[in-house]
């Protein structure tokens, strides 16, 4: 049986509208960035010896540093 990719996509210029965002502190598009990528956090996670809610939450604070801090 064949998984189904549930991975969400969005245009380029959607997602680059979402980094400028979320780098003026729009809480709504950090929020996007964050639920865009829930599925690869929380698979990447598995690979962390940490509790599944700490790597997840070390994982999305590592992104959004990358994000804020950036230059994409």
């Not at 780098?23 to 960035?33: Q, V």
């Not at 964050?34 to 990447?44: H, P």
């Amino acid at each position: 049986m064949e998984k189904k990719d549930a991975q969400t996509t969005i245009p380029d210029n959607e997602f680059a509208e979402l980094i400028l965002a979320a780098k003026a502190h729009d809480s709504t598009a950090i929020i996007k960035l964050i639920e865009l990528f829930e599925d690869d956090i929380k698979r990447l996670s598995k690979f962390i010896y940490l509790p599944d809610e700490e790597a997840v939450a070390e994982i999305t604070t590592e992104f959004l540093e990358f994000v804020m801090q950036g230059e994409l």
